[in-house]
């Protein structure tokens, strides 16, 4: 009992802490690849969907088509755009989180002794 127990903190304090620490940059390209922010960037002002309207002969055809394509990259901008606050507000969230589990990673096995003994004065 006592060598499983020197084990797992070895691992714990050890190994164990330093793969959450090594999971903190997957974690965020996880969160990145999930949003396509790579993506996402590069075509922030292509037309929504590729929706785009081949201007005709006529003036009147060419300025709506002008204004359709106009409206079509402004309709895929602000998504793109939503969606990339959406992805860098994630991005904070994991990261403060991953922050947190690292902090509170070496005070976990300190609290079931902490646990006993509040469950035994209570």
Avoid: C, H
């Avoid at 969907?49 to 409206?71: C, H, Q, Y």
């Avoid at 402004?74 to 991953?98: E, K, P, Q």
């Avoid at 070496?106 to 035994?120: K, R, Y």
């Amino acid at each position: 009992m006592v060598v499983m127990l020197v084990s797992f903190l070895g691992w714990w304090y050890g190994r164990g802490w330093r793969q959450v620490a090594n999971s903190f940059k997957p974690r965020l390209q996880g969160v990145a690849d999930s949003f396509s922010v790579n993506l996402l960037i590069p075509t922030l002002l292509e037309p929504w969907r590729r929706i785009v309207t081949n201007p005709g002969r006529s003036l009147e055809e060419k300025w709506r088509a002008w204004a359709d394509n106009t409206f079509s990259r402004i309709v895929g901008f602000v998504v793109r755009s939503f969606v990339l606050l959406v992805a860098g507000f994630t991005l904070i969230v994991v990261a403060v989180l991953t922050v947190i589990e690292m902090i509170i990673w070496p005070l976990v096995p300190l609290a079931l002794p902490g646990f006993i003994v509040a469950g035994v004065l209570a």
